[in-house]
C-alpha cells in the first residue's frame, strides 16, 4: 500500500486489492472521476481499464489519480534508483513500457486534494464529516 501526502480519501482499498487475484495485474491504482481536472493530471486507460498514461492538467471532466496504490512487493524492486522520485512522471510511464498492467479503480469515495494551501486547511473537517460512514465493522 502506498498513498500521496496530499490526497484524503476513504475508499475500500479490498475492492481495488480483488484486482491483485489476477497475476498479470502489477498493481492496482485508485482513481476519482471529477467535473473539473483542470488543477489535476487526468488519467488515460485502456480498452481493459489498466493505465496507459497521465495527461497534462486541463478543464473539462476526467479521471483523476486519488493518491493511493497497491503494489506487489516485487513491482517496488522495479522502480528507478533516484531520489526525488515521481510515481506519475518516472514510475508509471516506465513500468507501462515495459508492459506491466496497472489496473486502475474508479471510485465513488469522498476524495480531497490537499496540495494547495487553499485545500490543506479544509483536511480536518473533510475526515470528520466522511470518517463514521468508512469505518470497519
Not at 486489492?17 to 485508485?30: Q, S, T
Not at 516485487?74 to 522520485?85: N, S
Request: charged share 25%.
Amino acid at each position: 500500500l502506498v498513498l500521496n501526502g496530499d490526497t484524503l480519501c476513504f475508499a475500500d482499498i479490498r475492492r481495488a486489492g480483488r484486482h491483485l487475484e489476477f497475476p498479470e495485474i502489477a498493481g492496482v491504482l485508485l482513481a476519482r472521476e471529477v467535473e473539473d481536472a483542470a488543477r489535476y493530471g487526468s488519467l488515460t486507460l485502456d480498452a481493459q481499464g489498466c493505465l496507459a498514461g497521465f495527461t497534462e492538467k486541463r478543464p473539462g471532466r476526467g479521471l483523476v489519480n486519488a493518491g493511493v496504490y497497491l503494489f506487489r512487493a516485487g513491482l517496488l524492486e522495479e522502480f528507478p534508483a533516484q531520489t526525488p522520485l515521481s510515481l506519475e512522471r518516472e514510475v508509471f510511464p516506465a513500468l507501462t513500457a515495459r508492459g506491466r498492467l496497472l489496473k486502475v479503480e474508479t471510485m465513488q469515495a469522498p476524495f480531497l486534494d490537499i496540495g494547495t494551501p487553499e485545500t490543506l486547511p479544509l483536511a480536518a473537517d473533510f475526515v470528520r464529516r466522511h470518517r463514521d460512514e468508512f469505518e470497519l465493522a
